[in-house]
């Protein structure tokens, strides 16, 4: 059974642009969740979402928002990039709400 | 919200040494996982252990949900075992998903 997968797995955006980055969980999987990690703030959980629905909610500002389609493949994007959004974007799949997560590669974004 | 606390911070060993790395957590909680982040970044699984003992080859997981704490036991470290590990707990209700340790950085040396 293929893993998580992520992409893209590395970008480059400059201050004030948007990116949108992608997360298909592993097959039969119904929750997606995204984390960011930073050197300075360590694993911050961004929000989860189960069956397309938002569950729950980290302390991010509104310019982190995300999506879940019907196929339970998940979209974040980030806009007007600050470069304090740079950091690694992890996502990982749970078959139900509650229970064992497992994480993609990442996605390591840089703003410039 | 939930605190997770892991010590020590960093360990620095000698191949073929044993470990015992710990994580406390200051509520109850539905979830504990143990990750090791590979130099690239994922996070591998290791252990998914809300409560009791699990072994899988040299490494083994005991957690106390009682007295709120996981311990991570390495034996025979190999210099593949360096890198960070994680604790990660999750709680039914709150805001929160998964609320990560600021993690144990392991250094065997050859």
């Known amino acids: 059974k293929a893993g998580v997968t992520q992409t893209p797995r590395y970008l480059i955006k400059t201050r004030g642009q948007q990116v949108t980055l992608s997360c298909s969980p592993i097959s039969g999987h119904r929750s997606v969740s995204w984390y960011q990690q930073t050197p300075g703030q360590g694993l911050q959980f961004l929000f989860e979402y189960f069956s397309e629905t938002q569950r729950n909610k980290g302390n991010f500002p509104g310019r982190f928002s995300g999506r879940q389609f019907s196929n339970s493949r998940s979209e974040m994007n980030v806009s007007t990039l600050e470069l304090g959004d740079s950091a690694l974007y992890l996502c990982a799949s749970s078959l139900q709400a509650i229970g064992e997560q497992f994480f993609g590669p990442g996605t390591r974004l840089t703003v410039l | 919200g939930i605190q997770v606390e892991q010590s020590p911070p960093d360990l620095i060993l000698q191949e073929g040494a044993n470990s015992t790395l710990r994580c406390n957590f200051s509520d109850s909680v539905n979830n504990l996982q143990w990750f090791h982040q590979n130099p690239w970044g994922q996070l591998i699984n290791l252990f998914y252990?809300?409560?009791g003992t699990k072994q899988n080859g040299r490494l083994s997981a005991t957690t106390v949900a009682t007295e709120r704490y996981s311990l991570l036991y390495i034996s025979s470290s190999q210099t593949t075992d360096s890198g960070v590990y994680f604790c990660?707990?999750?709680?039914?209700?709150?805001?929160?998903?998964?609320?990560f340790g600021q993690g144990t950085r392991l250094t065997i040396n050859p």
């Open positions: 252990i809300p409560s």
């Open positions: 990660a707990v999750e709680r039914n209700q709150g805001a929160q998903k998964l609320v």
